[in-house]
């Protein structure tokens, strides 16, 4: 049931349902008041606090996913496919992750912004939700975008802003109050209705969510200020020194309690937007025609001519999955104990993907500790320890996987497919006999012989090469999608 149905009395297009108004006048506190107020609901995962938007989230709210550039920090793993496409988790993709978030908030309408790769992206998206998100008075969807030129725009997206200038055209035409801008690359789970509802609450021209974090963190991230009402007022990239400290913001604003607003003083971009649908009309076609970015140009510009930008609160986990070595942490946190950094068994707001209707994994006398294994796997006489096994993974007797991640495969090989190989000299898809690996990435349908060592025996940092099937990249090995590794090489 949407959330404004469940409220009797009169809905006005605009006036929050009762159980709400009482918040909303807490919310406006006096200026004149000493204490400054908490203006939003802090957005923490698996929070069941209530959430009132009135016109509903899948009527009124457009979901933008932007895919992101050449995705050159991740590549080998984005040689074949769009940074969003890249697997996660064992069953998952990046994608699902935002687009799973819109659907747990009731954000049913969504397009998906994409210039690079787009194949893999394009199929999976097709078959998880091409048919499941729409039907009878729902005209929800998910739909990618592809980059294109047009006589108005001979040029391929150029930033952020500008995929989304290129597409207004399509967007405006949808009757909606706010386009709700999201990353593609991203780990965290988020209820976009709280985002929304303070927007709307604070009369925002653009929020953008904020994350809390220590003096450590913050010289990485983009910066912001605010004053005692949440408006953001000033903008810092990557600031050290002097400027860093200036950077020092009362978190307690945005509703950390005390202690924690101590330890986290700063409050980082975190590359997710709500805006009205008017302001982004106005910002991208007359204030600012030519801006590329919104991060860096479109939202700065925004405060310097006097919109309101509010900071709105996410105080759980979130990752930026941009590099070989910030994916790999992110994976291997999931098999973290006793709780994970994130967590795929959220009942109130599940991931969802592709259904595969794959077999269950079938794991015969290995020894398994502290790892995730996905679907369709068949694991013999091996040992795994603090390792995400991917779909349709086929490990060999003697093999031993360290604090690694195997995608998997893309599909099984017959056994007259093997046969072949094997009488051809030809190496199976999955992990060979006695081979032993780790702290690497095996992407999909690689092909790794017998006993070869994938361990970074002289813990090299940094390596290319490509010709030979692998990258080393912040010491960690990554075998290319489709690779062959020949029977007892060491790496």
């Given at each position: 049931?949407?959330?404004?149905?469940?409220?009797?009395?009169?809905?006005?297009?605009?006036?929050?349902?009762?159980?709400?108004?009482?918040?909303?006048?807490?919310?406006?506190?006096?200026?004149?008041?000493?204490?400054?107020?908490?203006?939003?609901?802090?957005?923490?995962?698996?929070?069941?606090?209530q959430t009132c938007l009135?016109?509903?989230?899948?009527?009124?709210?457009?979901?933008?996913?932007?895919?992101?550039?050449?995705?050159?920090?991740?590549?080998?793993?984005?040689?074949?496919?769009?940074?969003?496409?890249?697997?996660?988790?064992?069953?998952?993709?990046?994608?699902?992750?935002?687009?799973?978030?819109?659907?747990?908030?009731?954000?049913?309408?969504?397009?998906?912004?994409?210039?690079?790769?787009?194949?893999?992206?394009?199929?999976?998206?097709?078959r998880a939700y091409g048919?499941?998100?729409?039907?009878?008075?729902?005209?929800?969807?998910?739909?990618?975008?592809?980059?294109?030129?047009?006589?108005?725009?001979?040029?391929?997206?150029?930033?952020?802003?500008?995929?989304?200038?290129?597409?207004?055209?399509?967007?405006?035409?949808?009757?909606?109050?706010?386009?709700?801008?999201?990353?593609?690359?991203?780990?965290?789970?988020?209820?976009?209705?709280?985002?929304?509802?303070?927007?709307?609450?604070?009369?925002?021209?653009?929020?953008?969510?904020?994350?809390?974090?220590?003096?450590?963190?913050?010289?990485?991230?983009?910066?912001?200020?605010?004053?005692?009402?949440?408006?953001?007022?000033?903008?810092?990239?990557?600031?050290?020194?002097?400027?860093?400290?200036?950077?020092?913001?009362?978190?307690?604003?945005?509703?950390?309690?005390?202690?924690?607003?101590?330890?986290?003083?700063?409050?980082?971009?975190?590359?997710?937007?709500?805006?009205?649908?008017?302001?982004?009309?106005?910002?991208?076609?007359?204030?600012?025609?030519?801006?590329?970015?919104?991060?860096?140009?479109?939202?700065?510009?925004?405060?310097?001519?006097?919109?309101?930008?509010?900071?709105?609160?996410?105080?759980?986990?979130?990752?930026?999955?941009?590099?070989?070595?910030?994916?790999?942490?992110?994976?291997?946190?999931?098999?973290?104990?006793?709780?994970?950094?994130?967590?795929?068994?959220?009942?109130?707001?599940?991931?969802?993907?592709?259904?595969?209707?794959?077999?269950?994994?079938?794991?015969?006398?290995?020894?398994?500790?502290?790892?995730?294994?996905?679907?369709?796997?068949?694991?013999?006489?091996?040992?795994?320890?603090?390792?995400?096994?991917?779909?349709?993974?086929?490990?060999?007797?003697?093999?031993?996987?360290?604090?690694?991640?195997?995608?998997?495969?893309?599909?099984?090989?017959?056994?007259?497919?093997?046969?072949?190989?094997?009488?051809?000299?030809?190496?199976?898809?999955?992990?060979?006999?006695?081979?032993?690996?780790?702290?690497?990435?095996?992407?999909?349908?690689?092909?790794?012989?017998?006993?070869?060592?994938?361990?970074?025996?002289?813990?090299?940092?940094?390596?290319?090469?490509?010709?030979?099937?692998?990258?080393?990249?912040?010491?960690?090995?990554?075998?290319?999608?489709?690779?062959?590794?020949?029977?007892?090489?060491?790496?």
């Amino acid at each position: 049931m949407p959330v404004a149905a469940a409220f009797p009395g009169d809905l006005r297009r605009g006036a929050a349902p009762a159980g709400c108004r009482a918040a909303g006048r807490r919310l406006r506190a006096s200026p004149s008041a000493r204490r400054p107020f908490v203006f939003s609901p802090r957005g923490v995962s698996d929070s069941s606090s209530q959430t009132c938007l009135d016109p509903d989230a899948s009527t009124s709210v457009l979901g933008i996913i932007l895919g992101g550039g050449a995705g050159t920090r991740l590549y080998p793993l984005t040689k074949k496919r769009a940074k969003p496409a890249v697997p996660l988790g064992a069953n998952y993709r990046l994608i699902d992750i935002p687009v799973s978030n819109c659907l747990n908030s009731n954000v049913s309408k969504i397009y998906v912004l994409t210039q690079f790769n787009s194949a893999s992206l394009n199929r999976h998206l097709s078959r998880a939700y091409g048919n499941n998100i729409s039907g009878y008075k729902n005209e929800g969807f998910v739909e990618v975008l592809a980059a294109q030129q047009s006589p108005e725009n001979p040029n391929w997206f150029q930033g952020t802003a500008d995929a989304v200038r290129q597409y207004m055209w399509l967007f405006e035409e949808h009757n909606v109050m706010e386009f709700l801008i999201l990353a593609g690359d991203h780990l965290y789970r988020m209820d976009y209705q709280k985002f929304i509802q303070a927007h709307r609450e604070t009369d925002a021209d653009i929020t953008v969510a904020a994350l809390p974090m220590d003096e450590q963190r913050a010289t990485a991230f983009g910066l912001m200020k605010i004053d005692d009402e949440g408006r953001i007022v000033e903008f810092a990239e990557k600031p050290k020194g002097e400027k860093l400290k200036s950077m020092m913001v009362d978190t307690t604003i945005l509703g950390l309690d005390p202690e924690r607003a101590k330890e986290l003083p700063y409050i980082a971009s975190m590359g997710i937007y709500v805006f009205s649908k008017d302001v982004m009309l106005r910002l991208l076609r007359e204030n600012f025609p030519s801006a590329n970015d919104f991060g860096s140009e479109v939202i700065p510009g925004a405060t310097e001519i006097g919109m309101r930008v509010q900071a709105y609160l996410y105080d759980g986990y979130w990752e930026d999955i941009g590099t070989i070595e910030a994916f790999y942490n992110a994976n291997l946190g999931i098999t973290k104990k006793p709780v994970p950094d994130f967590s795929f068994y959220d009942r109130s707001a599940p991931i969802y993907t592709q259904p595969r209707y794959l077999p269950p994994s079938k794991v015969l006398d290995a020894d398994v500790t502290g790892s995730v294994i996905g679907e369709g796997c068949v694991i013999k006489h091996c040992t795994i320890n603090h390792s995400v096994v991917g779909l349709r993974s086929c490990i060999s007797e003697g093999a031993v996987i360290e604090d690694s991640l195997l995608m998997g495969a893309d599909y099984y090989e017959t056994e007259d497919d093997k046969k072949v190989l094997s009488e051809t000299g030809g190496i199976p898809i999955g992990i060979g006999k006695n081979a032993h690996i780790r702290k690497a990435i095996i992407d999909k349908n690689a092909r790794i012989g017998e006993n070869v060592k994938i361990i970074n025996f002289d813990n090299v940092q940094e390596a290319v090469r490509e010709t030979e099937g692998y990258f080393i990249k912040s010491g960690i090995v990554t075998v290319i999608k489709d690779a062959v590794i020949p029977s007892g090489t060491v790496i």
